[in-house]
């Protein structure tokens, strides 16, 4: 149990255009996903906490309205980056929590290129 | 929040059993230990958590301190597949939104066939 999908895996995409990322939780209901980043040979940075039904919680430094963050129901939340250029090139990974429990569970990542 | 200590890098021979440590000397009262792990070109994976007392599950044991200021992640039998980073991250009590995690840098296991 504790699923979490993202979708897609991987996504080759042009500058200045923008990109997808779904993630989904598929046996549980997730109120808060969060979304991390991770460029190669380094450590996972959170991004931003989505919460459903309300505005996302952006880490410092992180451009909200780069990073479109929804999350319109308990089982979706979608990142989207906005005018994507190489430098947002990166594995992006999201997580929700296990119901009860103090135990995150995470998508299997979604790698982004930007050309 | 409190930060943590680990070596960059260790390597074990296959079906030894593994050590990683980790260093949390600002660790609160209401911190839990948790272990992620994650394999190549892959999301992180659950590993195992506790708070005071020392945890079993079927991936690993947990061993924690007295004082609580460091902890040790144990892998029985290495395997090859058990090649990963492995990150020590300390959270605070559940909430329903919050209590976000943050990553380290974590320890780059090696396993040696």
């Known amino acids: 149990g504790a699923v979490v999908s993202q979708h897609p895996s991987w996504v080759i995409c042009k500058s200045g255009t923008s990109v997808k990322i779904e993630c989904r939780s598929l046996?549980?209901?997730?109120?808060?996903m969060f979304w991390y980043r991770q460029f190669p040979k380094q450590s996972l940075m959170l991004m931003a906490t989505?919460?459903?039904?309300?505005?996302?919680?952006?880490e410092q430094g992180v451009e909200k309205d780069k990073f479109l963050i929804n999350h319109a129901s308990l089982t979706l939340s979608t990142l989207t980056v906005t005018s994507a250029h190489p430098e947002d090139s990166s594995f992006y990974i999201c997580s929700a929590r296990w119901p009860g429990a103090n135990v995150l569970t995470f998508g299997a990542g979604s790698r982004l290129t930007v050309l | 929040d409190a930060k943590t200590t680990q070596p960059n890098s260790m390597e074990s021979n296959e079906e030894e059993p593994v050590h990683l440590p980790c260093n949390h000397s600002?660790?609160?009262?209401?911190?839990?230990i948790h272990w992620y792990r994650q394999l190549p070109s892959q999301g992180p994976e659950y590993v195992i958590h506790g708070l005071t007392s020392n945890v079993n599950n079927r991936m690993a044991s947990l061993a924690i301190a007295e004082d609580r200021k460091s902890s040790t992640l144990i892998l029985h039998r290495a395997t090859l597949r058990d090649a990963a980073v492995y990150y020590c991250?300390?959270?605070?009590?559940?909430?329903?939104?919050?209590?976000?995690?943050?990553f380290g840098t974590g320890t780059s296991l090696t396993v040696i066939p």
């Open positions: 991250i300390l959270r605070d009590l559940p909430s329903n939104t919050g209590n976000q995690f943050y």
């Open positions: 046996d549980f209901q997730a109120t808060t």
């Open positions: 989505s919460n459903e039904g309300s505005k996302a919680t952006y």
């Open positions: 600002t660790i609160s009262g209401t911190d839990y």
